[in-house]
């Protein structure tokens, strides 16, 4: 089912917005955000080598978007900051997976990814 009400917010909140109601910015929501999202869990469920890559342009995907978001209607709520802070944290999780940043504990990858196989 699509809403495209709003979920009962004034569409005065698209006012310096390219977009006239709020479908649009729904549907861009859904296939980048949502979509990214979806691709990295299911990446690294797989285990697959491009996992981390696909995590980073999420969080990156999921920071840009509040920071547009918040811009666009001049106005900030809690949900906001929480979805911000998502974004860090899934940017913070794998630079430390990567070993970059030297004070996150570093898992070592090459043990979690290893398939596990059962030796005679």
Do not use: C, K
Not at 35 to 62: D, E, I, K, N, Y
Request: glycine share 8%.
């Amino acid at each position: 089912m699509l809403f495209t009400d709003g979920l009962g917010m004034p569409l005065s909140m698209l006012e310096n917005s390219p977009f006239p109601s709020f479908v649009g910015p729904a549907i861009i929501l859904l296939v980048v955000i949502g979509g990214t999202q979806a691709l990295a869990t299911v990446l690294t469920v797989r285990h697959s080598p491009t996992f981390l890559l696909w995590s980073a342009v999420a969080g990156f995907a999921m920071i840009i978007w509040i920071m547009i978001e918040t811009a666009i209607i001049r106005g900030f709520s809690v949900l906001q900051a929480l979805y911000f802070s998502t974004g860090i944290a899934q940017l913070a999780l794998v630079l430390a997976l990567l070993g970059i940043v030297a004070w996150l504990p570093r898992v070592q990858l090459a043990e979690r990814l290893a398939p596990t196989t059962s030796r005679p």
